[in-house]
């Protein structure tokens, strides 16, 4: 069982950073790919990023390439999301995931656990 807790959301202006943490709790977390989703309100949960077991491959909605990236840091079970040039369509919860079911890095059901989600608002 792995447990997944986010920290590093705020409210920031646009144009702004921020750096979302996510750790994890249990022993196999360097074998697990790990995400980043986001629901706005109204809308559904939606791919950020992902990276894979081994660190050496990522993927990122095409919306947040080059303002984004996602990295791992096995030895303290932590993955982070780096956000820069933030844009109010950015504001959501984000969601931190991880799983070792490949069945695409951009779909939820790749991914066994979850995190509760941290609260992201841009202001324009």
């Known amino acids: 069982q792995v447990q997944l807790v986010e920290s590093g959301g705020g409210l920031v202006q646009a144009g702004g950073s921020l750096r979302l943490s996510c750790a994890a709790s249990g022993d196999t977390f360097d074998s697990l790919d790990l995400a980043w989703f986001r629901q706005a309100p109204g809308k559904e949960r939606e791919f950020v990023a992902a990276v894979a077991w081994s660190g050496g491959t990522t993927e990122y909605l095409d919306s947040v390439k080059g303002r984004f990236t996602i990295s791992r840091d096995n030895a303290k079970n932590t993955v982070f999301l780096h956000m820069n040039g933030l844009k109010p369509e950015d504001t959501a919860v984000y969601y931190c995931?991880?799983?070792?079911?490949?069945?695409?890095?951009?779909?939820?059901?790749?991914?066994?656990?979850w995190g509760q989600g941290t609260r992201v608002t841009v202001s324009s």
């Open positions: 995931a991880a799983g070792a079911t490949d069945i695409g890095f951009d779909s939820q059901g790749s991914y066994d656990y």
